[in-house]
């Protein structure tokens, strides 16, 4: 009797730390969503500022050195350019495949789609394609992260395991 006790209270004790396993799982995904969000931002911010600041004198030298008001189609695809390759170099450092990798740089370009014809028409100026571009940047890279929950919600650890296995295979996706 004793036997099936101690039994029983080890189930309890088992299922009870089950419990609380399973309630943490979401709160910790939940978290590791939202750093690979804050991540992507200040990837993104990362990758605009070197294209600003460190990279102009190159930018410069190639005839890219563009203004948002004499250029603004140039210069709105230069600086979606520079986040995306903050963000693809993070991200690849981080173990994600190229496909995620290229929807993300995907969302730096995608707002510019819509504004561009807006700005041809005279509709808006070339600050306000570039503002409301940054604006509409984040919502989008979020949806980018929501269509693939489990790729962000999931560990960096498990990304450079199954980038890995890719490579030792002779792909890399």
Do not use: N
């Amino acid at each position: 009797m004793t036997s099936t006790r101690t039994t029983s209270s080890t189930t309890d004790s088992d299922t009870h730390s089950d419990i609380h396993s399973d309630l943490r799982r979401p709160r910790r995904s939940r978290r590791r969503f939202a750093l690979h969000y804050v991540e992507m931002v200040v990837a993104m911010f990362v990758g605009m500022f070197v294209g600003m600041f460190a990279l102009a004198p190159l930018w410069a030298a190639a005839g890219l050195d563009l203004s948002h008001d004499q250029d603004p189609e140039l210069a709105s695809l230069r600086m979606a350019f520079d986040m995306s390759v903050g963000m693809a170099l993070w991200m690849r450092f981080r173990g994600h495949a190229w496909g995620p990798t290229l929807e993300m740089c995907g969302a730096m370009f995608a707002p510019l789609v819509p504004l561009f014809p807006l700005l041809w028409a005279g509709a808006v100026d070339g600050m306000t394609v570039m503002m409301v571009a940054h604006v509409a940047m984040f919502p989008l890279m979020l949806a980018v992260m929501l269509r693939r929950r489990d790729e962000y919600a999931g560990s960096h650890a498990h990304h450079r395991a199954r980038k890995s296995a890719d490579v030792s295979a002779g792909r890399d996706r």
